[in-house]
């Protein structure tokens, strides 16, 4: 008997709360002309060009420090192999951008305390979780829910102390672009990663940081060069007599804080619990740095303590958190055993495709992955576990492997390949098996044909559309329909897991 605990979220939230403390207060104190040698309040665009120099250089830095570029797919232009992201990792890069450049400005408007920033941004973000997962079919802990609802409230609070802050149109509009950075990267993430395969979201995270990087200060930068105003003058400031100040030191640890900071929020979100868990953790961890943040300027420079309906809101927060913390923590210090139920009643789930050499096997292979995390079971003691997934084809040549470029695959995804000979579906297999999931709606009707006694039980993987055949593709599309295959799989099998069979603990 040995204790599982399973604590790797809230180490982040721990680290994304150390990290926030010292971001949040330098930015603010910048903001004031409170730093020692500070003459006059720096604004955030005079600021900005120092803190995304920071951040980019110290993101890009982690990329090559963990070799992280092998992760990123590279392609060959005018003869040069350079790492080129997916499309939609690209956009999801130039949002976060756009959320790391705001948040840091969002510190700096006069009128706005830390706090409230924080309840600002935060807000926003809340409303958006439990949307994404209904889209993504994400099933909503009740712990999860009443975590947002006590958020909501906060919020609410905050917004009715209109005595403690000022909005300015400027302030309005870099709140939206913040908020629209999250629209886009929380649906890019949910479609290309926060997965239990942790190769997929490294992949995606690499990629979108090294998008981020580049974007956080080539644009700015572009801008300054092209633009008018007071603001793009700011901007130039920035990125010229600023940079040969004593002051760009302190500006560029802020840049390196929040690129610490930027790693443990990001893994936060990857997590692959449904937002409504995992962002209001993140949320609540930046809230009471911003709290912690807001008393340290008191203490140490005499500025104003946050108002009372803000220390409230706070207050609420903390509820939310221990609302998330205890449940999850009940379930992380449950005693574990290996071993396997006594006579178990074993369900076998039967997928089935045309020539059983790529979709099928790739889904067997899988859906066995999740059964053994679901179950806390090795591989090896699937045969004894109370559920397996099997594969088999409608029109084989019987005893060909799996596809070298499905087993590849596979790899990537961090699911370990079974050893696989094709064989044609046959009637013990269908009578067998509990469930049987079809790549085809024609696979569908032709197995129901061949077997209609079991045409209760016999259903298309996806009910909206048929899985394609990858065979004969490129490895961009065999990565493609495992990955279609895999969030298909995860989501049936949570529910067959959840209903019918006892997880081993």
Same mark, same amino acid.
């Given at each position: 008997?040995?204790?599982?605990?399973n604590?790797?979220?809230?180490k982040?939230?721990?680290?994304?709360?150390?990290?926030?403390?010292?971001?949040?207060?330098?930015?603010?104190?910048?903001?004031?002309?409170?730093?020692? %040698?500070?003459?006059?309040?720096?604004?955030?665009?005079?600021?900005?060009?120092a803190?995304? $120099?920071?951040?980019?250089?110290?993101?890009?830095?982690?990329?090559?420090?963990?070799?992280?570029?092998?992760?990123?797919?590279?392609?060959?232009i005018?003869?040069?192999?350079?790492?080129?992201?997916?499309?939609?990792?690209?956009?999801?890069?130039?949002?976060?951008?756009?959320?790391?450049?705001?948040?840091?400005?969002?510190?700096?408007?006069?009128?706005?305390?830390?706090?409230?920033?924080?309840?600002?941004?935060r807000?926003?973000?809340?409303?958006?979780?439990?949307?994404?997962?209904?889209?993504?079919?994400?099933?909503?802990?009740?712990?999860?829910?009443?975590?947002?609802?006590?958020?909501?409230?906060?919020?609410?609070?905050?917004?009715?102390?209109?005595?403690?802050?000022q909005?300015?149109?400027?302030?309005?509009?870099? @709140?939206?672009?913040?908020?629209?950075?999250?629209?886009?990267?929380l649906?890019?993430?949910?479609?290309?990663?926060?997965?239990?395969?942790?190769?997929?979201?490294?992949?995606?995270?690499?990629?979108?940081?090294?998008?981020?990087?580049?974007?956080?200060? !080539?644009?700015?930068a !572009?801008?300054?060069?092209?633009?008018?105003?007071?603001? !793009?003058?700011?901007?130039?400031? %920035?990125?010229?007599?600023?940079?040969?100040?004593?002051?760009?030191?302190?500006?560029?640890?802020?840049?390196l804080?929040?690129?610490?900071?930027?790693?443990?929020?990001?893994?936060?979100?990857?997590?692959?619990?449904?937002?409504?868990?995992?962002?209001?953790?993140?949320?609540?961890?930046?809230?009471?740095?911003?709290?912690?943040?807001?008393?340290?300027?008191?203490?140490?420079?005499?500025?104003?303590?946050p108002?009372?309906?803000?220390?409230?809101a706070?207050? $609420?927060?903390?509820?939310?958190?221990?609302?998330?913390?205890?449940?999850? @923590?009940?379930?992380?210090?449950?005693?574990?055993?290996?071993?396997?139920?006594?006579?178990?009643?074993?369900?076998?789930?039967?997928?089935?495709? %045309?020539?059983?050499?790529?979709?099928?096997?790739?889904?067997?292979? $899988?859906?066995?992955?999740?059964?053994?995390?679901?179950?806390?079971?090795? !591989?090896?003691?699937l045969?004894?576990?109370?559920?397996?997934?099997?594969?088999?084809g409608?029109?084989?040549?019987?005893?060909?492997?799996?596809?070298?470029?499905?087993?590849?695959?596979?790899?990537?995804? %961090?699911?370990?390949?079974?050893?696989?000979?094709?064989?044609?579906?046959?009637?013990?297999?269908?009578?067998?098996?509990?469930?049987?999931?079809?790549?085809?709606?024609?696979?569908?009707?032709?197995?129901?044909?061949?077997?209609?006694?079991?045409?209760?039980?016999?259903?298309?993987?996806?009910?909206?559309?048929?899985?394609?055949?990858?065979?004969?593709?490129?490895?961009?599309?065999? @990565?493609? $329909?495992?990955?279609q295959?895999?969030?298909?799989?995860?989501?049936?099998?949570?529910?067959?897991?959840?209903?019918s069979?006892?997880?081993?603990n």
């Amino acid at each position: 008997m040995s204790l599982n605990i399973n604590l790797g979220i809230w180490k982040l939230a721990s680290g994304y709360f150390a990290f926030y403390i010292p971001y949040s207060a330098l930015t603010k104190t910048f903001s004031k002309g409170l730093l020692p %040698g500070t003459d006059r309040p720096i604004p955030g665009f005079e600021l900005l060009p120092a803190t995304a $120099i920071a951040t980019t250089i110290t993101l890009l830095t982690y990329i090559s420090l963990m070799d992280g570029w092998q992760y990123i797919q590279r392609k060959q232009i005018l003869g040069f192999s350079l790492p080129i992201p997916r499309t939609q990792t690209f956009f999801s890069g130039l949002a976060t951008a756009t959320i790391i450049a705001t948040t840091t400005l969002n510190y700096t408007f006069t009128g706005i305390s830390i706090l409230f920033a924080l309840l600002l941004m935060r807000g926003g973000v809340l409303i958006m979780a439990p949307i994404v997962d209904t889209i993504f079919h994400r099933r909503v802990q009740w712990n999860s829910w009443v975590a947002l609802i006590c958020s909501f409230l906060a919020i609410r609070i905050a917004f009715a102390d209109v005595d403690n802050y000022q909005m300015t149109m400027l302030a309005v509009l870099n @709140l939206s672009a913040y908020l629209m950075g999250y629209v886009f990267r929380l649906q890019f993430m949910n479609r290309l990663a926060k997965s239990e395969q942790k190769a997929e979201n490294r992949r995606f995270f690499l990629e979108e940081t090294m998008v981020t990087a580049i974007a956080l200060t !080539l644009i700015p930068a !572009l801008l300054a060069l092209i633009g008018r105003g007071e603001i !793009l003058q700011q901007l130039r400031s %920035g990125f010229t007599s600023f940079l040969v100040t004593p002051l760009v030191l302190p500006a560029l640890a802020i840049g390196l804080l929040y690129a610490c900071l930027y790693f443990f929020g990001s893994h936060i979100y990857l997590d692959s619990r449904e937002n409504t868990f995992a962002i209001p953790l993140n949320r609540c961890s930046s809230l009471m740095s911003g709290l912690v943040a807001s008393l340290g300027l008191t203490l140490l420079l005499g500025q104003k303590l946050p108002s009372y309906p803000q220390l409230l809101a706070a207050g $609420i927060i903390i509820i939310a958190l221990l609302c998330l913390s205890i449940p999850a @923590l009940q379930k992380n210090f449950q005693t574990q055993t290996n071993a396997i139920p006594q006579n178990p009643v074993q369900q076998i789930y039967l997928f089935i495709c %045309g020539g059983n050499t790529s979709r099928s096997p790739m889904a067997q292979a $899988i859906c066995n992955h999740e059964i053994a995390r679901l179950l806390n079971l090795s !591989l090896a003691e699937l045969t004894q576990a109370p559920i397996q997934a099997i594969s088999a084809g409608l029109d084989t040549n019987p005893g060909t492997s799996m596809t070298l470029e499905a087993q590849q695959t596979l790899n990537y995804l %961090g699911v370990t390949p079974h050893t696989h000979t094709t064989n044609n579906v046959s009637a013990e297999q269908v009578e067998q098996a509990n469930k049987i999931w079809c790549m085809t709606e024609a696979q569908c009707q032709d197995l129901r044909e061949r077997f209609p006694e079991a045409a209760w039980k016999i259903q298309r993987l996806d009910p909206t559309r048929d899985i394609e055949n990858p065979s004969g593709g490129s490895m961009e599309t065999y @990565l493609a $329909i495992a990955q279609q295959l895999q969030a298909l799989v995860s989501q049936h099998l949570s529910v067959q897991i959840n209903v019918s069979i006892p997880r081993v603990n």
